[in-house]
């Protein structure tokens, strides 16, 4: 009988760090095969985004995915890192002319039948962040994208203020409880299979954080060059303190056009295509990119909502979250 292949599927959430590790890390490792988010020019290999998206938004994905991806392709241990598994059951998307938000159950379960545990031993990744911090980062992430279309949330204030009465943003809330999306992954996948990294880890301390990581993948860390422990990519803030928004152009609107009414569709741009759109500007969004701060009571409303829950994660993984502010010890 043949043997299972192994594939660590890291599947966000967004603005943990994402970025670095997919750019600067997993590329890197020499004992595991990168699958994506970007194109791996050796192996000739692309998870592309119309099978991503499948996962995402198709419900009886598993034929069809399995039909698509060739088992070939993928060594006997690879690794998958794509935020949207996760950063897709925070917004809204349209789909056949609907509005759509996936949960995080339903998208576990449809990784669990692309790769089928007859063939594959799958490995989960979730990389976590401080409630608060986080809400800041994907508002300011999906302000021109997703929230400035809509008057409820077209400031961040009216968007916390939503946030914290709970109309119309319980899927949201949801989402963002770790433990809870923790358990679902490990009902799924069982509990063994189940990993969490912590971002604040990253910031703070990111030798240990490596280190972590790579006793999670098997790998050794002995040759993780300084370079690469302190690289960081996408921090956006201002000087004050404040979340930036940057400026709305031409390519923005072409793909939050795509994300909401097209979201299984691929866009094939050339570098040239894409600066031409970048470059015309139709919003300095100077009017919003200040509001983005939250005062010491919203952030403690906020994680007094998670609060208990932090608190079991905490335990479960024997992650110190209190050290980093998920909770006071």
């Known amino acids: ?33 990168y699958l994506g988010k970007f194109y791996d020019k050796e192996n000739k290999f692309v998870f592309q985004d119309e099978l991503i998206a499948k996962i995402i ?13 060739d088992d070939r392709t993928i060594k006997n241990k690879a690794i998958l890192s794509e935020e949207a598994f996760l950063f897709d059951c925070l917004r809204i998307s349209r789909v056949n002319g609907k509005d759509y938000l996936p949960s995080c159950n339903n998208i576990a379960m449809a990784l669990r039948r692309a790769f089928d545990e007859n063939r594959y031993d799958v490995k989960i990744l979730i990389s976590i962040r401080k409630q608060d911090d986080m809400i800041a980062s994907l508002y300011a992430q999906s302000y021109t994208h997703y929230y400035c279309k809509y008057n409820k949330t077209d400031t961040f204030l009216k968007f916390i203020d939503l946030f914290l009465q709970g109309n119309g943003n319980h899927a949201f809330k949801k989402a963002l409880d770790y433990n809870d999306v923790v358990s679902q992954y490990k009902k799924i996948f ?98 919003v990119s200040k509001s983005i701060s939250m005062d010491s009571e919203q952030r403690k409303a906020i994680l007094g909502i998670y609060e208990n829950a932090n608190k079991k994660l905490s335990q479960s993984f024997k992650l110190s979250l209190g050290n980093y502010g998920y909770y006071k010890d």
């Open 1 to 33: 009988m043949e043997s299972k292949k192994t594939i660590f599927i890291h599947v966000g959430y967004p603005k943990t760090g994402t970025t670095t590790l997919q750019n600067h890390f997993f590329p890197k490792i020499e004992d595991i095969q």
């Open 190 to 287: 069982g509990d063994r299979n189940i990993h969490v990294i912590v971002f604040e880890q990253l910031q703070q301390n990111p030798q240990e954080f490596y280190n972590n990581l790579c006793d999670i993948l098997g790998v050794d860390g002995a040759h993780l060059e300084k370079e690469l422990i302190n690289k960081q990519e996408n921090i956006r803030s201002t000087s004050q303190g404040h979340k930036e928004i940057r400026k709305t152009t031409l390519l923005d609107k072409l793909y939050f056009f795509k994300e909401k009414y097209l979201p299984i569709a691929k866009i094939k741009l050339t570098k040239r295509q894409k600066e031409w759109l970048r470059s015309i500007v139709l919003s300095k969004n100077d009017h």
């Open 57 to 69: 938004f198709n419900n009886e994905v598993g034929s069809q995915v399995s039909s698509v991806l």
